[in-house]
């Protein structure tokens, strides 16, 4: 990462941990969703934005990592077992569902991720045994970590902020290793990667697996935040809406999901004058985007450092740079 | 007996409606790689264009027939130059993503500038029940049920028997051998989006008096088009019209015996299950493995 | 001794037309085979079935005694058969030293060895090695997209080579390559051979490149084998000649 890059990232940083200290609750709440679907969408960008494979199932994993929590939690299992409960649980659909979908090409597994999507709404609508079906569950315990208790707004966010962190950091490693570069070919080139030895299906549905279970852990952290869940809060509408987050971010950049998701948590409250019109602003958007900027936002920021940075070259004269580029 | 009939007559209806809807969706895919996931609000929208024609003071049918004109013109000329072809040079993903948005924008621009409440929809014929060995069957689902057929009918003798249909084939088939032989595949690819516009007007005008005009037809209908594509075999037209009349008769026999809790589960259980046994349909070829 | 490669009656249709027919040869272990003839003999369609691109409609296709008829590529790959492309393959964004990481990692441990282990896979030696050999070292951490054309053909006999495969296919190297590059380029491939005793197959156009590479020379035409031999042989064929200038 440029020098550049890494101050931003750190601004950004001590912006997050300092912004609570200066909002209102409903603020710290706002901060807090977007940490949280931050989560969901890194998953998602996994998936569409590294492994090329377009997931309408986010939203319902995000929804049965909600319900795993706020199922288990209140039956006496601690949080923290329950939270990776939902990340295993996620992963293993994630690749049952992969598995057959991705033999085939042309796009399956954006069907059967619809497909699926509906099916996991009408479960949790219709099993009232179990999820309570439509009145929903409500009052998800927040965790206690050694002591300190998250119940607070202000202390569930630096929890939420804190696992954030954590993933981030894991998927930067894993981003970075092997499996990173295996990403990078099976993007640009499936063809070549294959007949280097690379397994394109296997790491294909390892990306939409891993990114399923970061959706169930998004959800794991959603319900306490939250407190009250149910069937719709789930449906196609949020699969809908996280697939737009990652478009508009950028998707396939790595800070993509942060930026997608920021703008998404607030967009309506910009659009509070155009109360229900803000899903067909962003609907536009992600056409417009797609015709002349697939790259989302930080692409157009990455175009336009470009130009800035050429519009300098050529204005202090090439010879100031030697030797190659310096990533 | 009577059931049996009732239930037949309602599963073809329902299924030539599906059959419409998933041949114009396989034949946009095949011959422009366009998956087209807002099929469904291309169904649900052509209701509306004619509401609002008469709502102008326009009788029925005029105000179908103006329905289809502009469907023709928005979902068909629109949708290829201003959405399809500048996206398409970006990939198929790209693309992909832009119909889905498509669909958002499409359902929620119904929601908030017409009406978010199901709205009543003229039928084709007044219905009338008459008995027919003991079953009793509306005169709405036979008239919608004729409609159907002769248009499959004609779409067929389109596709098979015309000049014009089989170059529309050949290119759907392959495109850069229909270019060598002399097919002019540019055209052949915009007729085929004209075709699929006025596919989606007829098959809108034949399912909203049964439905009601609402703006989240599309999300139930658009699933039945795929499903119905896949379980034809995407390479076939022919798979689409055998798929959507095989998920229509599937649908109506279901609801008869599954809780209705359930029933829009099973069409999307029956297409998990075709891609995982059988992922190329029922009539489709085994793809010739590009990676 | 089992041949390297062995072709039995490969047969490929496309609809009606038959792009290869009956094909059957073998390959020697350690040798270079060039494989020649004009444009739509079938070439490419051979390789691709051989390479697991394509499904042959029939034939066998054997590497070292056992059964890889419709293999996925990247079995294949792992079996120690690689191959380069006719057109350019390397994943531009990547540096020079990535790409070949990338082309060897597949060949080293595990899944979760190449999550959890080092992020070069225990490959930074072997890359090295490798750009030495091939005298990109000035170029190693240039995206590849940088490279001149010359120089890409270069990194993508490297990242062929990368996974030391018992078998290399590589598909019209020489095209698009300027004089002297392509002069390079033989002789690192015949350095390649010597040092590392491994049997190439060649798919060429160029003549000249052919007849100082390649010790056996098949000729297609038409889909089906019409000749066999030295360079020298095949150039004086008046069944070859035929067969080419007939075009």
């Known amino acids: 990462m440029t020098r550049a890059g890494l101050t931003i990232v750190a601004v950004a940083l001590a912006a997050a941990v300092a912004a609570p200290f200066f909002l209102k609750p409903f603020g710290i709440f706002l901060i807090s969703t977007w940490t949280v679907l931050t989560i969901a969408a890194i998953g998602l960008n996994l998936t569409l934005g590294y492994a090329g494979q377009i997931s309408l199932a986010q939203g319902a994993f995000v929804g049965i990592g909600a319900y795993t929590v706020a199922l288990l939690t209140p039956a006496g299992v601690p949080f923290f077992a329950a939270f990776i409960a939902a990340g295993f649980l996620c992963f293993a659909i994630g690749w049952a569902l992969g598995y057959p979908a991705l033999r085939v090409q042309h796009h399956y597994l954006a069907f059967v991720t619809l497909a699926f999507t509906t099916l996991v709404f009408l479960v949790l609508r219709n099993e009232q045994w179990l999820t309570n079906g439509i009145y929903g569950i409500t009052g998800t315990p927040r965790p206690t970590l050694f002591g300190w208790t998250s119940s607070g707004a202000r202390d569930f966010y630096f929890l939420c902020l804190g696992v954030l962190v954590v993933l981030s950091l894991a998927t930067w490693w894993m981003l970075h290793s092997p499996w990173g570069r295996a990403f990078v070919a099976l993007r640009e080139n499936p063809v070549r990667a294959q007949s280097l030895g690379l397994d394109t299906r296997r790491y294909t549905l390892m990306a939409f697996a891993i990114g399923s279970s970061l959706g169930g852990l998004s959800g794991a952290l959603y319900a306490p935040l939250v407190q009250f869940i149910e069937p719709n809060s789930f449906a196609l509408g949020l699969s809908f809406n996280l697939l737009l987050m990652v478009i508009v971010g950028g998707s396939g950049n790595f800070f993509g999901p942060y930026v997608g998701a920021l703008i998404s948590v607030l967009l309506p409250e910009w659009l509070r004058v155009a109360q229900g019109y803000y899903l067909i602003v962003y609907s536009v958007a992600v056409m417009v985007m797609m015709a002349f900027c697939p790259a989302g936002v930080l692409g157009l920021v990455e175009r336009a450092s470009r130009l800035v940075d050429g519009r300098r070259k050529a204005i202090s004269g090439t010879a100031l740079h030697t030797g190659g580029t310096s990533k | 007996m009577a059931s049996f009939i009732q239930l037949l007559v309602s599963g073809l209806t329902t299924g030539a409606i599906y059959a419409l809807i998933a041949v114009g969706f396989t034949l946009l895919w095949q011959t422009s790689q366009t998956i087209n996931f807002a099929q469904g609000e291309f169904v649900m929208l052509p209701a509306f264009f004619v509401l609002l024609a008469m709502n102008a003071g326009a009788p029925f049918l005029l105000a179908a027939l103006i329905g289809i004109v502009l469907s023709i013109l928005i979902l068909g000329i629109l949708f290829k130059f201003i959405i399809v072809d500048p996206m398409l040079k970006y990939g198929v993903l790209p693309l992909v993503i832009s119909t889905i948005a498509l669909s958002v924008f499409l359902k929620e621009s119904v929601k908030d500038f017409y009406s978010s409440q199901a709205q009543p929809f003229p039928a084709l014929v007044p219905a009338i029940d008459i008995r027919i060995f003991d079953a009793v069957v509306s005169t709405q689902s036979l008239a919608v049920l004729a409609v159907a057929i002769i248009t499959v009918v004609a779409l067929n003798f389109l596709l098979n028997k015309t000049r014009l249909g089989r170059q529309m084939q050949a290119t759907a088939q392959n495109a850069n051998l229909a270019r060598i032989l002399g097919v002019p595949v540019r055209r052949m690819v915009l007729y085929t989006f004209l075709l699929n516009a006025t596919l989606v007007a007829v098959a809108s005008i034949l399912i909203s008096p049964i439905y009601l005009a609402k703006f989240t037809n599309g999300e139930t209908l658009g699933i039945a088009a795929f499903i119905a594509a896949i379980i034809g075999g995407f390479n076939q037209v022919r798979g689409a019209v055998l798929g959507g009349v095989i998920l229509g008769v599937l649908d109506n026999l279901s609801a008869a015996y599954i809780s209705s809790q359930y029933r829009g589960a099973f069409p999307l259980i029956i297409l998990i299950i075709v891609i995982l046994l059988r992922p190329q349909g029922l009539l489709g070829r085994v793809e010739e493995r590009a990676v | ?247």
């Open chain 3, 1 to 247: 001794m089992t041949a390297v490669l062995e072709v039995s009656n490969l047969r490929k249709t496309f609809g009606g037309i038959v792009a290869v027919d009956g094909v059957s040869f073998e390959v020697r272990s350690g040798e270079i085979l060039g494989i020649i003839g004009p444009n739509g003999s079938g070439k490419s369609t051979l390789f691709n079935c051989v390479l697991g691109q394509l499904r042959p409609s029939a034939g066998d296709v054997r590497v070292d005694g056992r059964l890889t008829t419709g293999m996925r590529p990247c079995d294949l790959n792992r079996l120690g058969v690689s191959r380069t492309f006719q057109l350019l393959q390397v994943f531009p964004q990547l540096s020079v030293r990535d790409n070949l990481v990338l082309a060897g990692q597949e060949h080293q441990g595990s899944m979760a060895s190449r999550l959890f282990g080092l992020s070069d896979a225990g490959l930074g030696d072997a890359a090295e090695q490798m750009i030495e050999f091939f005298r990109l070292s000035n170029l190693a951490d240039e995206p590849a997209g940088s490279l001149s054309y010359g120089q890409q053909k270069l990194l993508d006999a490297a990242m062929a080579f990368m996974a030391g495969p018992r078998l290399v296919l590589l598909d019209e190297p020489a095209g698009g390559v300027n004089l002297t590059m392509l002069g390079h380029l033989r002789e690192r491939l015949q350095a390649y051979h010597a040092e590392r005793k491994a049997t190439f197959v060649v798919i060429e156009h160029q003549m000249e490149f052919v007849m100082a590479l390649c010790s056996r020379v098949l000729v297609l035409a038409e889909g089906r084998l019409i000749a066999e031999g030295t360079p020298h042989d095949i150039r004086r064929n008046p069944t070859v000649i035929e067969a080419y200038l007939g075009h």
